[in-house]
């Protein structure tokens, strides 16, 4: 014998759990947004353009360690309240954040340089020449 069971569409559905959870408070974890970029490679160097707002010039670092490049930040925020204000919601970061990653060759320290402008980072990473071979005397 088979047991039946009577279909009701309001009785504990996935559409009764939505309309529950709409009202539930949102609840945010503050966590660094990544560092976004773009690498446009040309015939001597490597540009990067990298989106670091709301970050002081003096407070971004970039090094560079043969073909790898690391860019960090310290992203302060304010946390003034005036006598009266309470703050309703924060979701600003504030803390580091860093992006490392590595070129397919060597970049030239010297000979690169970096603007920050409007909240984009714009690097300009030389290509160290490669160097030349040295062809070994046979005896």
């Not at 009764?16 to 945010?28: A, Q, S, T, Y």
């Not at 920050?116 to 005896?139: C, D, F, H």
């Amino acid at each position: 014998m088979h047991n039946m069971t009577v279909y009701h569409p309001f009785a504990q559905s996935s559409l009764d759990e939505l309309f529950r959870g709409f009202f539930r408070p949102v609840r945010v974890e503050k966590t660094a947004a990544p560092i976004r970029m773009d690498v446009v490679e040309t015939e001597n160097a490597y540009v990067v353009k990298a989106e670091i707002p709301g970050v002081a010039k003096d407070d971004i670092q970039v090094s560079i360690e043969g073909s790898e490049v690391t860019i960090g930040a310290e992203v302060k925020a304010e946390s003034e309240t005036k006598d009266g204000q309470r703050v309703v919601r924060s979701e600003r970061y504030s803390g580091s954040v860093y992006r490392a990653f590595t070129l397919p060759v060597d970049i030239d320290e010297a000979a690169s340089n970096a603007k920050y402008e409007n909240g984009v980072l714009e690097l300009t990473l030389s290509k160290k020449p490669a160097a030349a071979g040295r062809k070994l005397t046979i005896q």
